[in-house]
Every structure is written in structure tokens, then in C-alpha cells.
């Protein structure tokens, strides 16, 4: 059974011949490549060559879009800065909702007029060319409190939930809209699987989770799946109070940064409900030993069960030794479901 | 005439209109300036720093708070000023070079200058030499750096090198912080000081003007 054929046997419940594999690389893919992370941004056919070319380093089951946040708010017309070796900013003092009454005349951007997005959908499509038959062609959009974060600037999106409740779910909706549409086109595009990042949604507690963000969430989710897209959540950082809700959005795989216990996930998310991750990327991975990363993975495993995949808490590091996420890669190699 | 004891609970809850109301009240009523800020916003401040420490509260709480107490300083600080109270401290805040996340450095500023400290902030992706020059200028005295990712950290080192070629690092303390910090990495780049918590830093900040 080859990589693609792995992941959906297993999304859907089918015997596999071994755990699959999906860590978030994105520096590390382009540095594996020797290219700049800007153009790893900006130009697809890099990402696409960095993508396959530490997929097939590592035997990683999937490749990914993903490069940095600033995609769709790129193409909304937000200031960003690209750098030579990091990743893309938002330049959140100068926000493109600083004035609230800008949302009004705000049009969602054509995901396939020559912008950032359709660079991404550009991605998908050679990776299905090269590579469409052996792995899992991951798409990306960004979650609802993240790219609203992105649109307004954080630190005040996170004051509009008690000043401007109404502001902040038109704002979300709107959000809802434009990734929509730019996930319909990236599965129109081939991708078998769409990763939502929602990395500020663990800023917020469980009351501000449930009432303004899983709500969207749910919409983003049920929209890619009456496409016929699959979705894997990724929110960074500390998920502990909003795990429930994560876990019941209907998403094929969520995935779980480090900070976050995959035993509470377990108990919290939806019976069978494929979780991946979490150990930490920093800490464990690019600090530790191969055979700490070993014992890490196990006890993910161990925590996870069955319906795991492995993976990382969060993006591999650029700078992890080889040894350490071959060390990874090999106890997905070496063990079954 | 409203208690002077609410303005804890509008800080606490985040009231920044409530904090400034009860505020200007009490300053009327001829409240000493400094006990409201030391018997009620400080203590406030704490028990939103526990909130947050226990899971209670989160981001959002903590900014609302930290808002509503700033409401509340914008009418003490000029009367402080006016009858000439020093600020505890000059306070050099940023978010290192090549770092962009500035959450919890806002943080930390909001609750220093709650503590009395006079706060310079620097925003984020902050070169060593724009703190060379607000040690010349504005005569700070602590250095307060925060930072996200690993990858910005070492900044942190570069700083403190910085300082140490200019000539000014003993002039001032240095404290940093940030998720991926820690006391070893903090002794190890020669800082004076690391708090994993905002409450944390302003104690910390208050013990190093002391020293
Ligand atoms: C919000 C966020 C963002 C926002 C930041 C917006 C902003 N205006 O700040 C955006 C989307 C821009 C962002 C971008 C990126 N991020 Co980010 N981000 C986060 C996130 C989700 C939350 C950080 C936060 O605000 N925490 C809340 C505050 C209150 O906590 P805090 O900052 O730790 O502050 C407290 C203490 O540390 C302390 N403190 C802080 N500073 C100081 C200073 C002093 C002197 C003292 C004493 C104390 C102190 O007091 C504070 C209050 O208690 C974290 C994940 C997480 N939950 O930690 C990732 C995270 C920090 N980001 C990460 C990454 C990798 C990135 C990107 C590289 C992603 C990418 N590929 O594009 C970029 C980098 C951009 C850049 N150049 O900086 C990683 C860092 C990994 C690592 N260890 O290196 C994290 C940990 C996510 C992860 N699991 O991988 N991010």
C-alpha cells in the first residue's frame, strides 16, 4: 500500500500496514532544498520541490501547501513583510481592518486572480501532477479566529469579543466565505485534504471558543466536506480547556500541538476521532536524542491508541537533526495502528 | 460617592469605564493617588495574573484587565508627576529582532507600569541599538526583552553583547522573557533576570531597582 492509499484506508477505518506519517514541515522542507524561505513563500514551484523533496527523504506520507499565515490576507490587501529567511508577516500596526467600518466594502478576494492564494492552488496542481498517485496532497486555509486575528490585528480582535460582539461574528463570517472559496478551488485542484490552522484559538478560554469560534469552525468544516474535502485541524499552543469542541467538529484528523495532553484529547474528542501529534517540537524533537524522540512517540502512541497518526506538536523545527526526525519517521515505519 | 474598593473588581472584571469613573471619583474625594494604585489596581493585577496562571482566565480577560487599569493610570500618572513622584524605574521594553509576537511583552508593559515603572515601549523586531539608545536618551534603567521562538532567542545574547560594547551594561538590569525561556537560558547569556508570568516580572523588575 502505497502513502495516499495508507492515509485514507485509515481515515476511513481500514486495516493499514503501518501508522501513517504527517509532520508539518515548511523551513525544513526548504532549507532540505537550499532555497530562500521568500521564495519558498512566493514562487510554488519551490515549495513543491522542498514539499516532495523531504517527503521523500523521510518517507512522510503527505505533502503540504502550507508557508506561512499571510496567504489570504496577502490577496485582502494587508500590508505584509516577506524576509529572505523567515516567514511572511502581517504588519498588524497597520492592519487592514484597523477601522472596523472598513469590513462594509471589504470583497473577498478571487482565489484564482494571480494573488498569494493562487499560488498555493498553483502548488496543488503540480503536486498532484508529480506526485497525485504515491501521497496525500494537503491544501491549507486558515481557521476563523486566525485569519480574523490576521485582518485586524490580534491584540485587538482579542479585545472586540467583549466590545463588539457583533463586529467580530460578521467579521468571522466573512472569513468563513473567502476560505471556503479558496478550498473549493484547492480541491478542485486536486488536494485530497484541506489543513485548517487556527493557531489564536488557544488564546481564548472554552466560553469564548464555544460561543464566537467553534461555531464558524463548524461552518469552515461542513463546507469542505460537501466538496468532498477532508480536513485536518491544527491549532498551536495550549489547547487543554477547548479539546471538546476540537474534537467535534467531524474533522478527519485533528491535530495537536504539544501543549495539550493527546490522553485528554482522547477522552474529550468524538469515539474514533484520528488524532495526531504532539510532542514537542522544540523540547523533544530538535533538542533531544533520537531515542528520547522514540520513547516520545510510544507514549503518543500509547496515549492516542489506535486512531493515531504521528506526527509533531507542530512545525519540525528547520534546524532538527536528521537523526531525530528519522528517528520519528522510523516508529511510524516500524509500527502498526 | 462609589467605594474606592470597586475600582479592584472593575479591574478585575475589566470595566475600563467602571476603573476610570470610580477612579476620578476617589481623586476627588481626595484619595491619595498612589494608595489606589497600591491597595486596589496592584492587587487587582495579581489576582488576574492567578486567574490566568489557574486556567480561569485567558488572553482576552487579561488584555480587558490590563486596559481597564491603564484607564485608571491615565488620571494618576500626570498627578503623581505633578507632585513629584519618581517612577520606580525606567523601563526599555521590546520584542527582540526578527520576533514579531508581542502579546505577552504588551503584558508585562501594562502590568509595569501598574507597578509604578515608567515604561518606554519598543514595540516588536527591536535591534540592539534602539535599546543602546533609549539607555543614552531616556536614562532607563531596565532592559526588558521578550521573546517567542527559538530561532529569536539568541537576540536576546546578542543584546546583552550589544550593551556590554556600548558601554552602558551597567547602567542598567536586564530581565527577559517568553514561552521558550528559561532561568538556565537567562544565567547562561549573563541576564539579571527571567519570570515566566507577568505578575512575575514586575516583582522581578522591583527587586532588580532595588539591588
Ligand atoms: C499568537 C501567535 C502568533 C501570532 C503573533 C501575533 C502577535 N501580535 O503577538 C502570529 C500569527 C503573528 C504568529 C506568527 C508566528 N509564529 Co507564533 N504563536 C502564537 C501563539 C499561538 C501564542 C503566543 C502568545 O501570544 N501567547 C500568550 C502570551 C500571553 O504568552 P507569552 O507571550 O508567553 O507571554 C507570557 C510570558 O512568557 C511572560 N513574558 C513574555 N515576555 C516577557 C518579557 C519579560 C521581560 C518577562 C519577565 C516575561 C515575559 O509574560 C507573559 C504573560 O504571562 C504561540 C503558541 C502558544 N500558545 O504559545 C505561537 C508560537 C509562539 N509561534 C510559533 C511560530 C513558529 C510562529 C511563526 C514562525 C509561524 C510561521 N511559520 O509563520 C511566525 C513567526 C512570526 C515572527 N517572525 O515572529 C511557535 C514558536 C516555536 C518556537 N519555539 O520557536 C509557537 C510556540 C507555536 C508552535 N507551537 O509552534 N504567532
Redesign the interface.
Known sequence: MNSRERVLAHIAGQPVDRLPLMPITMMLACQGIGARYRDYCTDYRVLVEGQIHVAETYGFDYVNTMSDPAREAADCGAAIEYFENQPVAILEDQALLTEKTTLATLKIPDPLGGGRMHNGIRAIGLFKERVGNEKMVEGWVEGPIAEASDLRGINTLMTDFFDDPVFVKDLFAFVVEMELRFAREQIQAGADMIGMGDAAASLVGPQIYEEFVWPYEKQLVDGIHAMGGRVRLHICGNTRRILKGMGSLGCEVVDLDSLAALSDARQQAAPGQILLGNMNPVTILRNGTPELVTQVAAECHRQAGSRFIVGAGCEVPRDTPPENLRALCEYARHHAP | MPDPKLLYDAVVS?DAKSSLAITQQALADGVDPLQLVNDYMVPAMDEVGRRFEA???????L??SA?AMKAALEVIRPLLVARGDKPVGRVAIGTVK?D?H??GK?LVASLLEGGGFEVIDL?VNVPPEKFIEVINTRQANIVAMSALL??TMPAMRTTIEALKKAGVRDKVKVLIGGA?ITQKYADEIGADGYSENAVGAVALAKRAVAA
Open positions: 475589566g486556567n480561569e482566565y485567558f488572553v482576552p480577560e488584555l480587558i486596559r526578527g514579531l508581542d502579546i504588551n514595540g527559538t530561532t521558550p
